[in-house]
């Protein structure tokens, strides 16, 4: 039984579940039935909320074989990346929770600490877990605990570097350790590399062995030619099954190697792992399995096998719900084309995101000029250098979050080298259902101090394009352009433009300065209307380019009699820190609030709900600001008068 089989399933085992001691008292035929079930819950569920759909019908058995193996949670399972989670959650007792998935208040899309002891690590930053386990299996040797820790790692993951570094350190501690690759030939889209070949090839398993059986048995009654011609056979299957294996590349390495099997049969799964738990040392089980496996829709889907449908979608037919709009993703995929179209040296990077990204449309237009390096973004970043020196102009588009981890190399081999590699930010700021990991909160604050880098936050489809271009035209130094996920507002006009800084709403009294960062410019406008309702007049600005400071804007800042800034990231070394900063070293006393994100780890739930807890609302900002303003009244301040060459020490009546 299936989700494609047109009878509805009841879920009458799957309600049986409660914990993984239930699984493991089921027989092979009720395991088959339960995983069809589980199939039918998963599509119910995330047809209604969005969330990972692929890669969770992929891993229903091979989880089931885990959990009846294994005995979470005295054993440790760690999965990398944690979308692959979802079947896991409800073996553990957690499908009550399915119905607010990703939603305020209902289970996270990743595993999560708070809601289970089963669950371990939550970052979801794939490539990691090898790592992780690593460490636990060497505390849990140095401790005498006879626990089992086992990975579940996609095929994507090894991709990263941090994965062989892992397994190196692995093999060479040489403890009880279980790797299982959960190999779809997947990550997001089709995995990148040499090792993706390599278990590509594999799962034709062509059956060496039994070929070389018969060679050897027929020439061993030929004394003067047998021997020396079967060593010769023998090591040209070697050099064979080294091309199509990867058997050998890892024992090379000293981890032992059970596969390919099939991750859709149960008791295969559960035969080799084991195998692998009883071995005693590091072991990896490759299970082959199929993204999207038993629902139709996803499997017929080229793109991404229904990986991540960010919304409610028809469980029939896999169609999204909600009418089509306009993405911020989509207007940099067609300006980045039309630029392309235009300058024969620009050139894309992705880290094994193209569709999400938007980068594939440029790779369907130009794929010679686009290179998918798999979940690898420092080596993204190193590369997209190389190019540059190369005579290049790269363009790297990743998720806001993702580009934290190549900081090093965007600081010492793209920025130290003045090179000319743009990076564009995709889901920057609060996203919102994907939870803390998955916030892009940090980059203006950890990117800030890169010198010599300029960091763009576009506030619609217009000032998108339009800095885009201004990025790529860049010829000295890194660009980074960010912009949030979901719909592109309507485009928002200027007053007029003061250097490189917008205008978007003035007033005859300069009491406050409001800069509103990317995103924030529409909320800036309604902040300004509704604080002018109170007698005070507002300048809304867009800085456009945040770092490094505009001497514009500090011109700005001097003219009024309080500063406020709003940016849809960290305050720490934020947008107002450095306005801060740099209004200090011209000596302008106007003070300044800064608003923003807490550095802290926000939960999951939409992103209007995130920020209306974080008083980043029109409202929330247009009550702080009347407040501010009038404590200012009880210390009347003359406006600030520019002396004609610019800036310089302010004249004022008195200090604030």
């Excluded at 997209?384 to 580009?403: K, N």
């Excluded at 998955?438 to 394009?465: C, E, K, Q």
């Excluded at 300044?592 to 550095?599: I, K, N, T």
Aim: hydrophobic share 45%.
């Amino acid at each position: 039984m299936s989700v494609d089989d047109g009878s509805a399933n009841q879920g009458r085992l799957l309600a049986k579940v409660r914990g993984p001691q239930d699984v493991k008292r089921m027989s092979v035929e009720e395991l088959t039935v339960l995983a069809a079930e589980i199939r039918d819950f998963l599509v119910a569920k995330v047809s209604r909320t969005g969330g990972h759909l692929g890669p969770n019908l992929g891993v229903v058995e091979l989880t089931l074989a885990m959990h009846r193996v294994f005995d979470s949670p005295r054993d440790k399972f760690l999965f990398d990346t944690g979308h692959q989670a979802y079947v896991h959650k409800i073996v553990t007792g957690r499908q009550a929770g399915f119905d607010q998935l990703r939603q305020r208040g209902g289970l996270s899309g990743y595993p999560s600490q708070a809601e289970s002891e089963h669950d371990l690590i939550e970052n979801s930053h794939a490539s990691t877990a090898l790592s992780y386990a690593d460490g636990m299996a060497k505390a849990y040797a140095l401790r005498g605990e006879p626990r089992s820790v086992v990975a579940v790692v996609g095929d994507g993951a090894l991709t990263g570097g941090m994965c062989w570094e892992a397994l190196n350190n692995i093999a060479t501690a040489g403890n009880p350790l279980v790797i299982v690759v959960n190999d779809n030939g997947r990550s997001y889209a089709p995995t990148i590399g040499g090792l993706a070949d390599h278990l590509s090839s594999l799962r034709l398993n062509p059956g060496y062995e039994k070929v070389l059986d018969v060679v050897k048995d027929a020439l061993g009654s030929t004394p003067l030619v047998g021997r020396p011609m079967y060593e010769v056979l023998h090591a040209v299957k070697k050099g064979i099954k080294d091309v199509v294996a990867p058997q050998a590349m890892f024992e090379d390495l000293g981890i032992k190697y059970v596969g390919p099997v099939d991750g859709h049969d149960v008791d295969a799964v559960e035969t080799a792992l084991r195998a692998a738990k009883n071995f005693g040392g590091p072991v990896i089980v490759h299970a082959v399995t199929r993204k999207g496996y038993g629902y139709r829709p996803a499997e017929e889907d080229e793109a991404d096998c229904l990986h991540g449908p960010g919304s409610a979608f028809d469980a029939e037919t896999g169609k999204l719900l909600a009418p089509p709009s306009v993405k911020w993703t989509h207007v940099f995929a067609d300006e980045l084309v039309a630029i392309a179209d235009e300058r024969p040296d620009v050139v894309g990077i992705t880290a094994a995101m193209a569709e999400p990204t938007g980068i594939a449309k440029l790779a369907r237009k130009y794929p010679e000029r686009v290179y998918d390096v798999g979940i690898a973004e420092q080596h993204a970043a190193t590369s997209a250098a190389g190019l540059a020196l190369g005579g290049l102009h790269p363009v790297v588009a990743v998720y806001a979050t993702f580009l934290n981890r190549a900081f090093d190399q965007v600081l010492l081999d793209v920025a130290m080298h003045k090179l000319p590699v743009t990076f564009v930010l995709d889901r920057a700021g609060i996203t919102g259902p994907d939870g803390p990991s998955h916030y892009g909160i940090w980059d203006m604050s950890v990117f800030g101090v890169v010198p010599g880098l300029r960091l763009a936050a576009p506030r619609d489809a217009a000032t998108l394009r339009e800095e885009l271009r201004e990025a790529i035209a860049v010829d000295d130094g890194p660009t980074i352009l960010r912009f949030p996920t979901g719909s592109v507002a309507a485009d928002l006009p200027a007053v007029r433009r003061v250097g490189t800084v917008d205008v978007l709403a003035e007033s005859a009294r300069h009491d406050v300065l409001l800069v509103a960062v990317g995103s924030f410019a529409g909320l800036g406008v309604e902040v300004a209307t509704r604080v002018a309702e109170q007698g005070y007049g507002v300048t809304v600005v867009d800085p456009r380019w945040v770092r490094p400071v505009a001497a514009e804007l500090v011109e700005l800042a001097a003219a009024h009699r309080l500063v406020v800034t709003v940016e849809d990231g960290v305050r720490v070394g934020g947008v107002g820190s450095a306005l801060a900063q740099a209004m200090r070293d011209a000596d302008i006393r106007v003070p300044l609030r800064d608003l923003g994100v807490p550095a802290d780890w926000h939960p999951h739930g939409t992103r209007a709900q995130i920020l209306g807890d974080l008083g980043l609302t029109a409202q929330d900002v247009a009550r702080d600001v009347t407040g501010w303003i009038s404590q200012l009244d009880a210390e009347p301040i003359e406006p600030v008068r520019l002396p004609a060459g610019g800036l310089g020490m302010p004249q004022r009546t008195s200090q604030n």
